[in-house]
Antibody, heavy 120, light 110 residues
Framework: QLQLQESGPGLVKPSETLSLTCTVS??????????WVWIRQPPGKGPEWIGS???????FYNPSLKSRVTISMAMSKNQFSLQLNSVTAADTAVYYC????????????WGQGTLVTVSS | QTVVTQEPSFSVSPGGTVTLTCGLS?????????PGWYQQTPGQAPRTLIY???IRSSGVPDRFSGSILGNKAALTITGAQADDECDYYC??????????FGGGTKVTVL
């Protein structure tokens, strides 16, 4: 059973870079049957897909965030990461990592989420 | 910019049936959009109920079912219970690796 866990700073200053890591256990991120996904949810609002990465390194980003987002993988650590540049208060949200199963396009195995607040 | 639409709120009586829908600002939802439905209680991560239109996630009671109704995806709750009162979100795969979530429906059981 795959389990995902987010980690990273809970507070980021405006204009700086938000960096989060998702550690995957119970399976390998080099498995070709999954995309690895970041999703966020601002307080009181619905989830928003940020982007996905495939084991090959291919990435897909939300067009509204594409200019500020980078998703990468660290195979040796079985982790994938999110970087969001030039953050503002609007980026305050709970950030989740999850996986997209290619066979049935199921976004499942969500991490517990980590709240990131953008404030000076 | 693709917008996914959901009813903001719905009320259902205990034991009753409610159908939530998930549409597109432009066009019709079909199975090729792999509609998914999530249930979320306050402070918790979303829980997958349905994926790929109508496949129930492991452990989800069979009173939750997914379908395509007309030009929208639909989630039907049959025999609503008090603990079904929470937020429900749909998500659609719109191609090119992109997923779009709906704004959510708050379901009240009373």
């Amino acid at each position: 059973q795959l389990q995902l866990q987010e980690s990273g700073p809970g507070l980021v200053k405006p204009s700086e870079t938000l960096s989060l890591t998702c550690t995957v256990s119970g399976g390998s991120i080099s498995n070709s049957i999954y995309y690895w996904v970041w999703i966020r949810q601002p307080p009181g609002k619905g989830p928003e897909w940020i982007g996905s990465i495939y084991y090959s390194g291919t990435t897909f980003y939300n067009p509204s965030l594409k200019s500020r987002v980078t998703i990468s993988m660290a195979m040796s650590k079985n982790q994938f990461s999110l970087q969001l540049n030039s953050v503002t208060a609007a980026d305050t949200a709970v950030y989740y990592c999850t996986k997209d199963s290619l066979a049935n396009r199921n976004l499942d195995s969500w991490g517990q989420g980590t709240l990131v607040t953008v404030s000076s | 910019q693709t917008v996914v639409t959901q009813e903001p709120s719905f009320s259902v009586s205990p034991g009753g049936t409610v159908t939530l829908t998930c549409g597109l600002s432009s066009g019709s939802v079909s199975p090729t959009y792999y509609p998914g439905w999530y249930q979320q209680t306050p402070g918790q991560a979303p829980r997958t109920l349905i994926y790929s239109t109508n496949i129930r996630s492991s452990g989800v009671p069979d009173r939750f079912s997914g379908s395509i109704l007309g030009n929208k995806a639909a989630l039907t709750i049959t025999g609503a219970q008090a603990d079904d009162e929470c937020d429900y979100y749909c998500v659609l795969y719109v191609g090119s690796g992109i997923w779009v979530f709906g704004g959510g429906t708050k379901v009240t059981v009373l």
